[in-house]
């Protein structure tokens, strides 16, 4: 039997909104088409970046598609800039507010603060959080986001605190090592790994909740 959360932390580009969708269409746009090979290059370029000194999310994502796509400067910077409107999973917005009722719900992102208003306006409300690499100043899967999420919300680590991401290499082994409840949500360019939980969608894992895990 899982413990019921106290806080729910989500990976938010590529478990609510679905990035690789966004940012092929996006790349479309300017004339350049993206298939998995592009897709991973550009993935590989971030990773990079990331693991360096700290630059903005969207300094990083506007880089990637010049180095890896040879796009035009200009263009990447536009596509870096709008990240938080690509369309969200059809099950995100529902899911997410349903599960606001059972416990805070707080996105955990690599990405800048610029881009929360783009998504929540697309969700049609705010989460009750959104502490983004932009506030720490590094990036999943380092331990330290996690370490300054955990002081932000005066939430110790433990399996009260659930984390739910799509993606087991960049958030579900770290939130692992770390005591926390695990849930892997299935999503089109997922990365599995074990977790506590798995769930189909944000709207399943509510339903689940509701009913008791």
Known sequence: MLSAPSLLTFDIFGTVVDWRRGLTESVRSHGVEMGDREFQAVIDWQARAESQAYQSYADILGESLVRALRLDREASRAIAAEAGRWPLFPDSADGLRTLMRSAPCVAMTN???????????????????????????????????????????????????????????????????????????????????????????????????????
């Open 111 to 213: 990405s800048d603060q610029m881009h929360r208003r783009q998504v929540e306006d697309q969700l049609g409300f705010r989460m009750s959080g959104w502490i983004c690499a932009e506030d720490v100043r590094c990036y999943k899967p380092a331990a330290e986001f996690w370490i300054a999420v955990g002081a932000r919300r005066s939430v110790p680590f433990g399996p009260a605190w659930w984390h739910v991401s799509a993606y087991a290499d960049y958030d579900l082994a770290t939130a692992g090592r770390l005591g926390l409840t695990t849930v892997f949500v299935k999503r089109p360019h997922s990365i599995w790994g074990p977790s506590s939980l798995e769930t189909a969608d944000l709207r399943a894992l509510a339903t689940s909740l509701g009913r008791g895990s």
